[in-house]
């Protein structure tokens, strides 16, 4: 199928043509990564936008549960619901158990919904290195939300929020030292904290947990794109399918406030320009290895550096210099 052809039937809706896309665009062939520009450029035409939701949570807090109750109740709606799960790959084989469909039965049989999951490819920041056009690709398919579902929690994770329009951190009920489990830098971007399992034998612990994080949250500096009320936490349980519908309406409501401010079309904004500046920086890593004279350049440097012969900087700033003189 012609790149143009594949892009009408991406605008038409057609699951399949969205799946071959997908997996084009998530290809480091360079036949395949000029297709997939000129695939993007192509859809970008259909001007949809679907609202970008990024989730992120400890090991163990039930994301892949929260989403197909999430993702169902939101189909429930009429709403189309696109999945877009990030596995983590293997150090070693680079291969990923790509397991959320499994784990989304009910919500992967859904007309409405559609779940794609994708190996990290060792990236940090919890995506996959495609994701961003995955989204692009999903918006233009008509799906009305997006739910990113990042492979874990941490300060690396936190790349997801750059790429959503709401952030969403789910915490599992803990005792203690919970607060410690989960550090500063991804709670400044949390939009809404969502203590699930609340039910149960674990409905009051989750109860204390979500008042110790709401505590924590008013400590945090006031953010411009907030209104009264923002960053919250809520409880919820996914196993019971309890909270969820308040929890689409605070996000609904914080979306409509952002755009009625211009802060979601300048988050928009910025996202676009970081995307612009990441490929950049990914394009020059690629030429180090690409270009035969730089690679061995590089590796000149590098065995100076490891023989204490030359200081990384120095040899950093030698191998930058070559490159631009091969440009």
């Known amino acids: 199928m012609q790149t143009r052809d594949l892009a009408q039937a991406v605008i038409a809706g057609d699951r399949r043509a969205l799946a071959r896309a997908i997996t084009l665009v998530e290809s480091g062939r360079a036949d395949h990564r000029a297709a997939a520009g000129d695939l993007l450029d192509a859809c970008a035409t259909s001007g949809r936008q679907a609202l970008r939701i990024g989730l992120s949570g400890t090991p163990g807090v039930g994301k892949s549960s929260f989403i197909e109750a999430f993702g169902t109740m939101l189909t429930g709606q009429g709403l189309r619901v696109a999945v877009l799960a990030v596995d983590p790959s293997s150090a070693r084989s680079g291969g990923s158990i790509l397991g959320d469909k499994t784990r989304m039965e009910r919500l992967s049989r859904d007309p409405r919904a559609f779940i794609?999951?994708?190996?990290?490819?060792?990236?940090?920041?919890?995506?996959?290195?495609?994701?961003?056009?995955?989204?692009?690709?999903?918006?233009?398919?008509?799906?009305?939300?997006?739910?990113?579902?990042?492979?874990?929690?941490?300060?690396?994770?936190?790349?997801?929020?750059?790429?959503?329009?709401?952030?969403?951190?789910?915490?599992?009920?803990?005792?203690?030292?919970?607060?410690?489990?989960?550090?500063?830098?991804?709670?400044?971007?949390?939009?809404?904290?969502?203590?699930?399992?609340?039910?149960?034998?674990?409905?009051?612990?989750?109860?204390?947990?979500?008042?110790?994080?709401?505590?924590?949250?008013?400590?945090?500096?006031?953010?411009?794109?907030?209104p009264e009320g923002y960053p919250k936490a809520l409880t919820v349980s996914a196993a019971e399918e309890k909270g969820l519908d308040r929890v689409w309406a605070d996000i609904t409501a914080l979306a409509d406030w952002r755009r009625a401010q211009g802060h979601f079309a300048a988050r928009r904004a910025d996202q676009a320009r970081a995307w612009f500046e990441e490929e950049v920086r990914q394009g020059l890593l690629a030429r180090l290895t690409s270009d035969p004279a730089i690679r061995a350049e590089l590796q000149r440097l590098g065995a100076a550096v490891a023989d204490g012969r030359a200081a990384p900087p120095r040899a950093a700033a030698e191998l930058l210099a070559a490159l631009g003189r091969r440009s």
Request: proline share 4%.
């Open 116 to 226: 794609r999951p994708s190996p990290s490819q060792a990236e940090l920041g919890g995506v996959a290195r495609r994701t961003r056009e995955a989204v692009a690709l999903c918006e233009a398919a008509g799906f009305d939300v997006v739910l990113i579902e990042t492979v874990g929690v941490g300060q690396s994770e936190t790349l997801v929020a750059g790429m959503s329009d709401i952030f969403v951190l789910l915490i599992a009920p803990a005792g203690g030292d919970e607060l410690q489990g989960v550090k500063r830098g991804i709670m400044e971007m949390a939009d809404l904290i969502l203590v699930n399992k609340a039910d149960g034998a674990l409905k009051d612990t989750a109860t204390r947990t979500c008042a110790d994080y709401a505590g924590a949250l008013r400590l945090l500096r006031k953010r411009p794109q907030d």
